[in-house]
């Protein structure tokens, strides 16, 4: 679990989108609540003049290296969780087991809250996964909704290290000091 300067827990955030372009990723970037606004204001400067949002699978390769530059700077208020399927692993299996693992991982780390990038075709799915999980022995309860990625530039943030771990190379190697955990499902 984060801790504070003086040892107390951190209440976190959770922000939570996936890639679908080699096999199945999901990437959580995980937020201490009082550095939310701070991180978010700094991912709003990543979207182009007039764009309603960042997205790091049409942006140019210099914007996708500046924004992973900005995400690295944050290093002390940012970190990353990434899971990963198989390839060959069905959508809809992968994304129900991914949600459970972070899920499982939310509730050892004091995660209050988790935002999960909206996709209107799996939402009932999502929210059925996510029901049993808190209703599992054991299971911390935490609030989460699904937004609209233009909603949540924080969901931007999560978006990048998903694109980066199924790209690879230099971008995967990038992002990779911020990662604190990988679950293979």
């Known amino acids: 679990m984060l801790a504070s300067r ?5 209440t976190l955030h959770m922000f939570s989108d996936e890639s679908k372009a080699r096999g199945y990723i999901t990437a959580a970037v ?32 210099g914007r996708r290296r500046l924004a992973l530059a900005s995400l690295v700077t944050m290093e002390r208020d940012v ?28 509730s050892g780390e004091g995660v209050s809250r988790w935002v999960i990038e909206r996709d209107e075709t799996v939402q009932p799915e999502d929210r059925r996964t ?12 935490f609030e ?29 190697a990038g992002i990779e000091p911020l990662v604190v955990s990988r679950i293979r499902v």
């Open 130 to 141: 996510l029901s049993s999980v808190e209703t599992g022995r054991g299971a911390a309860r």
């Open 30 to 61: 995980v937020v201490p609540a009082g550095s939310v606004a701070r991180v978010r204001a700094t991912c709003r400067e990543w979207a182009m003049p007039g764009s309603r949002r960042f997205h790091a699978q049409k942006e140019s390769i």
């Open 144 to 172: 989460y909704v699904h937004l609209p990625a233009a909603q949540d530039p924080l969901l931007w943030a999560a978006d990048l290290p998903a694109w980066a771990w199924a790209r690879g190379g230099e971008f995967r």
């Open 79 to 106: 970190r990353i969780v990434l899971v990963e399927s198989a390839q060959g692993q069905l959508q809809l299996e992968a994304r129900g087991a991914h949600l459970g693992a972070l899920a499982q991982w939310a």
């Open 6 to 10: 003086i040892g107390a827990p951190v």
